[in-house]
Structure formats: C-alpha cells, structure tokens
C-alpha cells in the first residue's frame, strides 16, 4: 500500500533546505521502500540520513506507527514464504533450502543494514530500538517480529569481537564523563567532585566497552576498586576521606558497579565478556593482584521477603522472625543494638534467599546472581549492613554479596550452572543456612 | 557424530604449550560444536582462537574436510525445519514464522560470530573463506551453503556504516604501504619509488576503505590523479618525469585505479560507495574540481574481438576490418604509421562492444563497464593507445575508457541502468558508433 | 665552599630507597654543583631528578636559602670576568669578546639547563620560579640576577615558535579542564556546568597554548563567544539561559576571558600571540566573522577615580560630578534610575581615564589597556553597567570596554603606540571627552 | 648601515603575492633589523618566515654576504660594552654585571630567537647553520661568533629535555623511514627491503630522538639487534639469510649503528643520550636482555697505521710487522690463509692503538672511541674481520669493536676517563698488548 502513497511529496521533502520540515509516516514509508529497492543502491547514504532524520523527528503516536509499518510492509511476503516451505517438504535439498532462507528473512533486516548506512546510523538504531521497547510490552505479538529482527542484527554487529575496552580515567574527554555519570545505574554519582573520586585516585579504575561506530559513547561499563582486603560495605569503598592505596600493596579488585548504558541493546549481552576482559586484563597490569570479586546489591530480598506466606514465617527460625520484625522498624540499621540483633537471623534469610529461593523455571530469584553465577562466579559471602543508602535498605534490608571470579574455574562453574542450575556458594555463605530443619521444608520456605 | 569425538583430546590440545602441535579435523569439529554449546559462552574467546589457529595449519586437504564438516553438521536440523515449515503452512502467524526463521538459520551462523570473538577473528574468517572460495568453483552444491552464510555475515559486518575511510599517502605506515603495492591490481606498482610517485606529489592522491576491527589492512583502495583535462593515456598519467600540478589549477579529479584488497570478500562490494566518498571528499576539499572521472581499462575487448564470428566480421565497416588486421600485426602500437591507421576501426568496435554487444542476461560484456555503470556512471570517452603495456594491448588492443561520474546525475542513471538496461554514453561515445546499417544488424554483429 | 660539603651525604641520598627522606639545602647545593661539572655528563639525568625532588621537598625559609646558595655560589665568577673585560677593554676583538661573554653568564644558566634534564623538569622549573618569585619582591637586588637568568631561559624555552595552538572543548580530557577551572583568573567558573556552558554550545570557542614539554597543563588560554553584534555586558555572554548561535549567523568573535595559568611565567609573554593566532583561525573556520573584539574588565578604574585630589574633581564636569556622588551610594548598579543618571558621568570618566590619565613614564594607567594597545588593539567603546558582579563594580563602577582587533591594522597601531604612545580609540570612546575645557586642563584632571 | 638600506623595498616585497621573486641580502638586513625591533612585536611571525623564506633562496655567494651582515651589523654594540665593562671593574655588583651581560649578548640570539617564531622556524635556523658551516672553516675569526651564538641557542633548545624518543619500525610513516635510509651513516641502506630487513623482524630496533617542533624528521637515531652472543662481524648481523631472533631468546642488544642526521646540530650531543635510554628503555621492555653492546667501526686505524715513522714500525713485535705487510697486499682479506696470518698482528696494533695512542692533546686518536669512552662505556673486544667491506677495510683493515656499556658503572667510568684520561677496556683488549716491551717504549710507538 505504502508504494501508493506519494513518493514525490517524500523525494520532495529530502530535496532542497528542509532539515526542519517534518514528515508523515506515509512518507517515511515510502522512504523506506526505496531504499530497499534496487534505487536504494545508488542513494543508500542519503536516503537512509533521511529515514533517521525524519523517525527522530516523529510524536510518539506517530513512532507508533511507524513501527506498525514496519510490523506490517516488511514481514515475510506469506505467499512466496509457503511455496518455498511448501517445496522443501517436498524435495529437501540446497537449494529448497537456500530458497526457504531467502523468504524467511524479514525484509527489515535488509531495511535496518541499509540505513545503517547513515552517518551515526548505528547509534541511531540503537534509539530506534529504545522507542520500540515500551511498545513491545503493550503487544508482543504485534512488535516481537519487529525487535527480534532489530536483536539479531545487534547479536551480530555488537559481537564482541568488534568492541573495544577503553580505560575510563581523569584524562578522559569530557563529553563522555558526562555520560558515565549519567548512565551509573548502581551507585548514583552525584556530581564531578563524586565521578573524580571514582576515577583519579590510583587505587581505583574504569574500564568500558564501544563500538568503533560509536566511539563517544561507551555500552556497558565497570568501576573498580584496588583494595588490601574484601571490602564490607560499598560505604567504605566510596569513602571520600579514605586515603588511596598504593596498587603495588593491593591484593584484590573489587567490582563494584556494572552499568549498562543503552536500553536499546537490552539483550545483548557485553557484562560477562567485560568483566573477564577485565579482570584478565589487571592480573596482567598489576600482578600482586590475587582475588576479582564483585561487590553487588541484592535487588530482590527485601520483596522476596515481603511476598513469604505468613504460614511459611512461621516455620522460620526465631533469629530470623526477629529479623523480619526488626526491619519493618524505622530507623533500625542506624541503632547499632537493633542492627547487631537482626544480623544473624537476615543473613540466614539471605542465605536461603540465593541458595533455596528458586523462580518458576528454576533459577534463583536475584536478577545480579542468576548474571554472576550464569558468568560462572561463585557466591562468596553475604554482608550485613553492606549498603545502608535508602535503596540499599528499601531493596536488601542493608544486605550485599560478593561474587568471586576465579578465572580458572569460571568454565566448570559456568557449565555446572548451565546444566544442572548448580548454585557455587562458599561454605561462608552455605554455613548460613540454619542448620535444623529438612530440606524440603526450607525449600517449601523459599 | 563429532559429539562423540575424542573432545578429551580436543580439549587437552589446546590447554597447555600447544601452539606447534597440529590439530585433526575431528577435534577442530569437536571445538566448533563446544563453541555453539552453552559450554562456548564462558569460554568463547579462546575456543575460537584455538579453533582458527587449527584450522590456519591444515593443509588444503584437511582444509577442504573442514568446510564439508561445516557443510555437513552445521546445516539446519532438517527434521525441525520441516515440522516448523509444516507448522507455518498449516498456520501461517507470528510464532510459527518465529520458529520457522529460528529452524532455517544454519547453526554455521552462530559458529561464524563465535569464531569472531577470537582476537583477529574478523580477519581470519576473511581468509577462511579465501580457502573456501576454489572449492566452491568445483561443487557449488556442496559448499555453496556454507559460502552463503559467510557471506551473508559478511554483509552485515563489512556493511559501509562501519567502515572507515582514510587517505593513503606518504605518511601512512610502511606497513600498510607494502600491501598497496601487493594489492595494486591493475597497475603494477614496481618498487617503492613508484608508489611514492603514486601518494607523494600534491596532484595525487590514495584512498581506502578499512573496517575498525582489521585497522592495519586495508580492504579496497582507489588511485587518483588531479588533472588539468581529462588523460588520454594512462602512461601520461604515470610519467615519473611529469611536472605535479598544483591542486588549485586542477580541475579532474581521474580514478585510474581500483583495487579490492581481498579474495575472502568477494561479493561484499565496496567500490560504489568508495568512489562516490572519495568524489564527495575531494569536492569538499579542492573546491575547484569540475570533473570525476575514471581512467579504465577494457578488459573484455580483445576476447570479445577475438570471438566474433566470421560472418558478422563480414558485415563489418571497412575500417573495422582493416584495424582487426592490424591488431593483428605484431608491433603494431609502436609504428604510427599503423597505429593510426587502426584508430578509426579500433575505436568504432569499442563502440559496438560497449553499445551493442549484450551477455546472455542482457548486461554489457565488460565486467568493469558492468561495475561503473551500474553506479551510475556515464561511458565517456573510448581511448585509442590508451594503454601500450603488454598487458594493455593483450586485452584491448590498447583502449582505454573514460566513466565521468557525474554526482548529481549518477541516482537517476543507476536507475535507468538497473531497471532499463540503459547505458548512459556520452555523444563522443555515442558518435564513433558507424552511421550506416540499422542497429538491428548492429546488435547482431555484436 | 659547598664543594667541601658532605657530597657523600648527598650521593647516599640519592642512591637507595629514599624517597621520602628530606634533603638539606647544604647536600642539594652539593648536587647542583655535580650536575654543572663533568660528572653530571654521564649522569645528568639522574641528578636533575634528584635536585628538583629535592627542592620540592623543601621548606619555604629552606628554599629561601636554596635561591641564596644560587645567587651566591652559581654566580659569574667576579675575578675571572674582571680580568676578561679588562682584556676587552685592551684589545676588543672577536676572542676577547668571545672570553667576556663566556664569563658573563652566569653557571646558573647551564644549571638550569641541566635541571630541565629531568622528566617534567620544565614544569618543574616554572615551579621553581613561582617560589622565587616572593622573595624577589622582598629583595630584588639579591634575587634579581637569579631571576633574570630562569627568565632569559623561559624567553627562549617558551618561544611562540615551539608553543601548540589547541582549542580546549567539550571532548577535552578532564583533567585539563579542572585546570581551566582553577586557572580562569577574569570570570570564574562555578563548577562544571557553567564550564560546559563556555565549552560545549556551537557558539563557544577556547583556545590554548601548550608547551611540548608540559602537555598536560595549558601556559595561558582564551575563551571566545561568537555573537550577533558586539555584546553590551558580560552578564548577557555568560546567560546560561541564551539560546545557542550557530556559528554561521555569527559576525562577531568576542574575547571575554585570557588568564595566564602559571606565575612561575610571569613576564614570558604569549598573550599577544595567542590573540592574534586565534582570530586569524576562526576567521579561516568561520569565514563570516567579520569582527575581533575584546570584552575587557577595567581593573584600574575606580582606584584611579578615588585617587583624584578634590581639586582635580572640583574641575570636572557636573555629570562626571554627580557619577562619583552615585557610586558612592551603595546599590545604585541595581536602581534604574540612578543608574542612569551616572551614565553620562561614568562614560566621560571612563574617557578621561584611558585617553587622558598616564602613568609617571606615560602609558595608560589601566594595565589591560596597556596590554591590548600594545598589541595593536584599538580602544572601540566602553560600556556602561556592562559587569555589575561585585567585583566587577568594585573595580570599575561597572564599566567594561572592547579593544578591536583590526587585524590588518594591527602592526601600525602597534607602532604607532610604541614609538609615540598614541592610544588608538574609536570615534564612539573619543567622543564621550567632555567637549569644553583644553587638552591641557584635562590632562591636569586625570 | 643597514638602516639606510631600501626598507620600503623590503616592506613591498613581502606583501602581496611574491612567492617567486627573490630577495637582495640587503632587503634581508632591512628586515632582520625591523625584525629585531619593537615593530617585530607584532609582526614576528610573519617577518621571520619572510626572512626564512628570502634566505633559502638565496645563492651561495649572497648566503655569504647575508652571514657577513649578521657578523658585522648584529654584534654586540662594541662602545656601549665598553662602557659597561668599564663599569664593571670599577663597580663590580648586580647592577653593572646586569648592564654587562645585557650588553655582552650579541643581537643576533635575539634575532635568531624571533626568527624561530616563523612557522617551520626551528628547522629552516638547523638548515642555515648546515650553510654556514662551510664559511666557518675557511674564516673562523669572522664566523665564529655567529655560529657560536646559533651553538648556543641550540645548546638550550635541544636539550634531552625537550627531546622526545620514539621508535622506527614498519609502522612508522614512509616519509621518516625514507629519511632513516638518506640519513644513514654506519652502514648503508641500501633500499626499501634492506630497511625492512632492519625495522620489521622482531629481534630488531631502532630509536630516534626527535624535537617537537621538527616532528617528522628524526635529529639522531640507533639501530639495535637483539643477540644471543655478542656477533663477531657487521656481516652477521646484517645477513638478509639469518632466522629472526624471538626477543625472549636474546641475552645482548647490539647497537650497531648510530647515525646524527643534520649537520646543523652539529656539537649538539644527543648521542650519549641516546644510547642510555634506549639501553634502559631495552632492558624494562626485554628483561632477559644482560649485555648492552655497540659494535662499532673504528675509523681511524688504517690513517694511524700509514702515519707511523718507519723507525717506530723497526720496534713492532713481528706479528705486528707481518700484518702490516699483508694488509698492503690486495685481497688479502679474501684470502683465508693471508687473513688469518694477519690476526694475531693485527689485534695487537689495534691494541696499540686504542690504548696508547693519544692526540697530541692526550684523548685517544680514534674519535668513535672518544665518543663511548667519554660516554663511560668500556672498549670491550677488538674483532679481527668484523668488516671487510671495502669502506671496513680502507679505514680499519677489517677491525671493528664493541665498546660495553655496563649500566651501573657508566658513570664511574666517564668520571675516570673525564678526570683521569682512564680508557676503561676488558682483560680481552689488554692482553692483546705486547707482553713485552715497556710501557714508555710503547707509548712512544703509538
């Protein structure tokens, strides 16, 4: 239908000074069209600058429906789709099969290389893909095509072999600390004075992930703490009087923060590969370096723990009834007595929490544990009063872990994981299950 | 099958001081399946690098069962693409095409983006499929699938939007500079004094493609000349005893050579968006330039002359005739006596080949009129003694041509070419074309 | 008499791991004398390390004491040079000249020379200076010659010749833009906001010197604001609420800001150059700019006005009368009315204060404006209310004013200046002298 | 003089387009007097370049005359020194030493410091000295004094402190590599592929130092092999046969060539520079690296060996005599029986030669040994054979040497030689000597 509409009110539009005339979808469809089709061979840069140009310029209804279009202009054409499906059944071959791959390629992989063309076209469908993302929760049915042909492409073109780690550091531009204040998802940094403390002293260290083709502005990145021992608490780590320690006399590295900085490469997956990349990268820079640990929040206990069925409290331990008595307290992490009262019984609820607490499916509950453990990390140790911030007690009750990536043994748990959902747990973290009590009743509990 | 190779082997062959160590097919087919596995996410980096410095020792033999193990077990499941063909047929939706685009996918695909996790990935992959390419000319069926999944990679990869253009000159690493002179393609570069020749004076000028992830090689690249008026030779173009112009009194910008620097990317076609780049650029850059035009060489000519049958021969002008005898004389270019006598025939065919004599499917019968026109490019100008080297007078009796790229028009010319076979010529083209005879006949001596 | 200090002390020093023992000023005059003798050929590296670490580690009354050993013990040597001027006084040839100038020069020069051996010695060396220079002010005659010589060398070191033009922006490294902060010495900068706010929009520009040696650290920067028309405040350039201009609607490039960043450079003069470089590039990059003006504060303003005897102020005019009646009277800047009425005043004043007023040898009196007109620069308006910051009314009543570079003019108005000390002024600034009264009787008055 | 000169003709020539005219050396004086004056201040820039620019194209006998009017009008002012010189002696304090260094400094530092501010500035004064050196020998009463004052300047502008070190590889741009081959002094390049030979395979090195402001063309540079032995033959070294060294195989680096690359500097030492750092540069990169050698010519023998008086050579042992007899012989190098009956004289003279002949002022007569003795390496081993090609046999009959530079000793051993006349050789080198015969007769020999 769009091949109806009028392509010369779009060719019009890109012609001549119109940088802030706006275009219809129609229009843009149209645009679309064309550069799919052999004349987008000869124009293909310009063309698809346009497309972007006039996408970003669109209302969000009008984003709406572009995506509709997209959904619907350039999905598999269903009748040539089933005569080569059809031909297949029938004579399986090379060539039936050749020809089956050809239709079931949606024509939007074709449309999204090409405007890839565009200078900035990278970067600019990673946007394309975050004003995308609200709609495919309303209609997964409608928009899931549309984003699984986005996601493959970003599969293929973020493939890790393409990245490039960069230090993150005092003398790096401007224009991008900005954006590593801006995208810090774990640790809010509050202003230059706070992102100088995270990034100048030489005890401490930053490392993030581009894209050659969007060399102002890092994916994913990782802040990183040189320490003598496993810190406690993020508290002590973000201290601004601390004195900086000399990395000659540090013995572990500390991860602190992992932030992913574009919704629009949601499930593509850069954290495992950095954090690797990293680790291997300081053992070799700094080789007293002994222990690669996360210091990371637990962004599901404290809703676990409101969600337990009052039956199951009951079976709990009495430490850890007082526990949950004790945080439902105001101001309890700032009165020692109480604090000291609730640790046992909130570290035998976390210890439960990673090691019992299963999602349907069969995965732990915790977002960050199943992405350490799936990395191949180990649990190493559960912290009270790790992160007394108000986020850290409305989420964790004050609790934090550490993740241990011990780089030799990062396969084998990885695989044990993988395929038997083997949960690798310190005898730190499993002596805190309590000790009475069968099993199955604790897995009842969780 | 593999699944039941020795992978113990595979796997103690790579850990541990190995490098010398060769490696067999089979355990190179057990790490490629470990590497699609989930076992391949926690150790993909150097999975991959093992399994492409395997495969860089096999011999050709080897090799050669390599590419038919990728042919053979990592083709798509047949059973599961058929029922999910089944399935689509039976109820064409959303989710049935999901998993009929999921089932019709070779697991190569996977393979091939794992592999590019391996440091220097992209570039061995490139030459993976340079040894696969002379097995595909003797059983396109066989290989022919796994060739279509690298390049189908490759073009999403090697996709424009993520390639660099730089300048090439004499301040560009020597290591880069000897590939130019290796790669050169068209004409030969003897000696580090000839290409100085070629990047040094001001009215010269060398330009490449090169992707972010292979910086140090370049992947096409394209001569220039900055010229008063359009050469009529490529020897006047070359003489190292010519005096440089300077940029501000030129006024053609000649292309007079471009080469593709590697095998393995065959297909993958640059060379339309380097040479309408490098037009922009230099436009921007040395404002005074009026003309872009390329100095080309006719491979086709002399086989196609060659190839005329007698009876169309027969039906030739008196001039063609007379120049095809003279060709036919050894040293012939030398004498001017000869030479000038042949020009009018010589020239007349030219035209007759680029105007009138069609391939099968109907395109021009030269291959490099064939790229520049479907660029959109104008034929203008047939050169007679345009290029004397030995190889110049055995491929075309010494024409050269002239393709003007003319930036405004070249949109609307690709298209005429692509949709209606229209070969744009100029008059000085059109003209050497004899008056006489209809051009049905002149299509049938062609 | 250092000689026979403890040098052993002095090599113990240094040698072993002692970076955090103190030095005395005793062992470093040994080591100085080390550097200077052939010993400190073969290891002159070392030991310029080790003095410049050694004076950075000293005391304020100890360093005083190290510049006095170098005005005492690293002097010419007063016999010597008697006898060798004696001999040129005899007989003045080509050798005896040669004798007295090798004679005349001071050891500290070669000292100094050989210090700048160190890695970061230059930036070292400027520090060196800053500390001399408040002992200077206290005793010229004593430190006078040591300066003289770090400052013949500075000339020669920090020659514009080997200096690096480059503009500072928004992709700078943050660790040298905390320095403009630090450094900006005319219109501070808050925090980092306000600094984006003069780096990052399209019509902000900054630029700054660098020396090779000192990469990280800029010797003197400017700050640009491209406008419209000549801006009539600093308020309305700093307005972070002003919409961006693009630079090609700008005709204007308006010097608001130069500070030098080191006083240890004191007297090595760039600012000249750095003006005039930079005007002449953003004419190049911004071809529509058609006028160069500063946007000058007036530092000498208001102590010159309240210095006036009672006589020279009974002779003014009544408007001038009232102007110093109204700023006397605290927050007048804030109330229209009387800001209004010193108008008049405060403009013929201000006239009467760069065309009139002289210092005892002649020049102006404000040192700005001795700066500019020495460049060439012509005195093109002041500006009533044009900073009403406290600062900027504590200095000069608010009034600002813009020298014009006239880049064409600039080297006859530099004469002009500098042989006869003619101010250049425009029309709009010459014609704000009151009108009665004879040069001579005003000349009287300021 | 000069002052009368036709300065408007100098003026006119400058402005406008005259790229093409030449220039009068008296033209020349009238602008390196405005240059010097306060006229200078604000058109420095382009002052100097026109002087730089005039100057190159001058011919040798108005090169001349320009480097006679720098002697004569550009001296210090000979009354106006008298003066302060008389000042001086009857006064002798801070204020007239003042007076007497300001006027002892001939004008031209000034100038040549001002012309430095010409773009390029820093490399067209190398390019002047390389001009006037020529005159200095045949006149150096008259030029002296300008050299001296250029000498000096360039004694403090090219001080190691300012100095960068970069290495030359494959990567490095062909515009500095084709300089590494011209400049070469050692052993001849003799195309592209012997310099690969010496950038490319990984047991090979080289350095340069270069100055900031000359970017891309190095002042001086190393070659280095990395060994496994100490080689016995340039030979060896250079063979295009050999296998490439892997680095962590080699225990000795090999500084087999070192070349200065403009004659303008020449009496700027930066070699013993050089060879320090690298040797450090070396050892931190390659740890397993224990020897740190040159091997070096020794271009002085054969010359030595002619001079000896025939009474002298009556006193040499007979292995002595032998060998001279042979070396006078054609192809006795080739000749392996003549060769060997050669050695033992040889090393023996050679022995004679580097430790006990001296220059008639006491060093050691041959200058590449002064070089390294003075840097504080030790004469380590005399090699019989090392270079037998012909420029190796007509200076040195084949004999090459290493000279040892043991890093912890260095500076004892520049301090011995520099105080002491200490010439620091192996057990190797001083067997060699005659057993017999005393000290004192053999100095007489040699």
Redesign the interface.
């Known amino acids: 239908m769009s091949d109806l509409l009028d392509s010369i009110g779009a060719r019009s539009w890109f012609l001549g000074d119109n940088a802030n005339r706006t275009i219809g979808v129609g229009q843009l469809a149209a645009l679309c069209h064309e550069l799919v089709s052999?004349?987008g061979?000869?124009?293909?840069?310009r063309l698809a600058a346009e497309i972007l140009r006039g996408f970003r310029s669109l209302s969000d209804t009008d984003a709406k429906r572009f995506f509709q279009m997209l959904a619907d202009e350039f999905?598999?054409d269903?009748a040539a789709?089933?005569d080569a499906?059809?031909a297949?059944?029938d004579t399986?071959d090379?060539e039936t099969?050749?020809r089956?791959?050809h239709h079931?390629?949606?024509p939007r992989q074709e449309l999204f290389?090409r405007l890839?063309?565009?200078p900035g076209?990278?970067a600019e469908l990673v946007t394309l893909r975050e004003r995308l993302l609200p709609l495919l929760k309303a209609d997964r049915?409608?928009y899931?095509?549309v984003d699984?042909d986005l996601c493959h492409?970003f599969?293929?073109?973020f493939?890790?072999?393409?990245l490039?780690l960069r230090p993150i550091d005092?003398?790096?531009?401007?224009?991008i600390?900005?954006k590593i204040i801006r995208y810090e998802a774990v640790h809010a940094i509050g202003?230059?004075d706070e992102l100088?403390q995270r990034?100048?002293p030489p005890d401490r260290r930053c490392f993030a992930f581009f894209h050659?083709?969007i060399p102002?502005d890092p994916l994913i990145f990782v802040e990183v703490a040189l320490t003598a021992e496993i810190p406690v608490s993020i508290a002590s780590v973000l201290d601004p009087q601390r004195t900086a320690l000399s990395p000659q006399d540090a013995q572990t590295a500390v991860f602190y923060s992992i932030s992913n900085c574009h919704k629009g490469l949601a499930g593509v997956s850069f954290g495992?590969?950095l954090i690797k990349q990293v680790a291997q990268d300081l053992k070799d820079a700094v080789p007293n370096l002994r222990t690669f640990v996360t210091l990371s929040p637990v962004p599901g206990f404290a809703g676990w723990l409101a969600a337990l069925p009052p039956a199951t409290i009951d079976r709990l331990e009495a430490p850890e009834k007082r526990a949950i008595e004790i945080v439902g307290e105001p101001g309890w992490a700032g009165d020692p007595a109480k604090a000291e009262a609730a640790r046992a019984g909130l570290l035998s609820l976390g210890a439960r929490y990673f090691l019992r607490a299963r999602r349907p499916r069969g995965g732990p509950v915790d977002p960050v544990a199943r992405f350490h453990l799936g990395?191949?990390a180990m649990l190493n140790r559960i912290m009270h009063l790790g992160d007394i911030s108000p986020g850290g007690l409305a989420q964790a009750h004050g609790l934090m872990v550490n993740y241990l990536y011990d780089l030799p043994r990062?396969?084998q748990r990885?695989?044990a994981y993988?395929?038997d959902g083997d949960i690798a747990a310190s005898r730190a973290v499993t002596s805190l299950l309590p000790k009475r009590g069968e099993v199955n009743s604790m897995k009842d509990v969780a």
């Open positions: 052999s004349r061979e000869a124009s293909g840069v999905t598999p269903q789709l089933s499906a059809a297949f059944l399986p090379a099969l050749a089956l791959q079931a390629e949606a290389r890839n063309l565009a076209g990278t049915k409608r899931g095509p699984a492409l599969q293929s073109w493939n890790r072999g393409f490039l005092w003398n790096t531009p401007a224009s600390l900005e202003n230059w100088r990034l100048a050659p083709s102002d495992s590969f990395n191949g990062v396969e990885h695989e993988a395929a």
